[in-house]
């Protein structure tokens, strides 16, 4: 088994937030976290609308800011004003699918379509702040072009230090088994991500050469669910976790956003429990925080603080 330092969050648009984070370390102190990914004209732009833009990192322990863009410069300039957060390094997203990132922006996945483009964002970034630097990529933009070494290997004669791959191309999305191929001779450290959610997947991503795992849609609804690969146990009284986070995201974001945004949570939390169906159609009709907390309370047989 990989020791916990090798472990990584996968940053997740809409769930990493700091709240997600601060669950996350109440079950695994230990594990490296990373943002979901900020834009880089948001964030430079400051952007009041978007609360991550603000956020500080430090009391967050070992974290990494995803940023994603294709302005060179801005880029750079994120970095910059995320080193100051306290970011304890800084990950460039080259490999987020969705049309408005991949296609649209010209960033993301997009980048494994233009090495000369990437090149020049990871250089530009490096040297723009004193932390270290990653990259989060996937295989290729397609079967035909799954080209990911040569993205690593750029990578690494920019001075970027460790690559996160993820075990699918742009074109297959989230669909299908993630293939993991052998990293032994990367030139810089791999991280693996993709379908990674028990010890044994843990224990083969090692045999592959990768120095790490990130974890991603496996922690939808378990944010302990590292803790559970390495230790064995999950916890009891789920309820009250439940009831935590919502409160850390209605602290975050307000009551008003807060409480929306939160449905979805529930319903991850909920997965896989009796009459998990109703509770997830009765909970995206609440408005109210209380309303929340009681049906929550009720649901995990719990009791919340008002």
Known sequence: MMKKNSFFVAPLAGITDKPFRMMVREFSPDVN?????????????????C????????????????IFGADVELMADAA?????AGAKWIDINMGCPVPK????????????????????IMHAVVHAVGIPV?????????????????????????????????GRTRAAGYTGQAEHPDVWDAPIPIIAN?????????????KLGYAGVM??????GAPWKISEIITGAAPENIGQIVLR??????????????????????????????????????????????????????????????
């Open 134 to 166: 990653s990259v989060k990529t996937r295989l290729g933009w397609d079967s035909a072009h799954a080209d990911w070494r040569d993205l690593v290997n750029i990578a690494a004669d920019s001075g970027v230090k460790f690559v996160a791959l993820h």
């Open 33 to 49: 976290l990373v943002t979901e990914m900020i834009s880089c004209h948001s964030l430079v732009g400051r952007h009041k609308n």
């Open 101 to 120: 990132v991949a296609t649209r922006a010209g960033a993301g996945a997009h980048l494994m379509r233009d090495h000369k483009l990437a090149a020049s």
């Open 51 to 66: 609360p991550r833009n603000f956020d500080d990192y430090g009391a967050e322990g070992n974290i990494g800011a995803q």
């Open 245 to 306: 986070h919502l409160d850390a995201v209605i602290d975050y974001y307000g009551e008003r956003g807060g409480v929306p945004l939160f449905r979805k949570h529930a319903a991850w939390y909920s997965a896989g429990m009796p009459d998990a169906g109703a509770f997830r159609v009765a909970v995206n009709q609440i408005t109210d925080v209380n309303e929340l907390k009681d049906k929550i309370s009720e649901f995990w047989g719990c009791v919340a603080k008002k």
């Open 194 to 206: 993709g379908d990674i959610k028990t010890e044994s997947d843990v224990n083969a991503m090692e």
């Open 215 to 220: 974890v991603g849609r496996a922690m939808l």
């Open 80 to 84: 910059r004003i995320l080193q100051d």
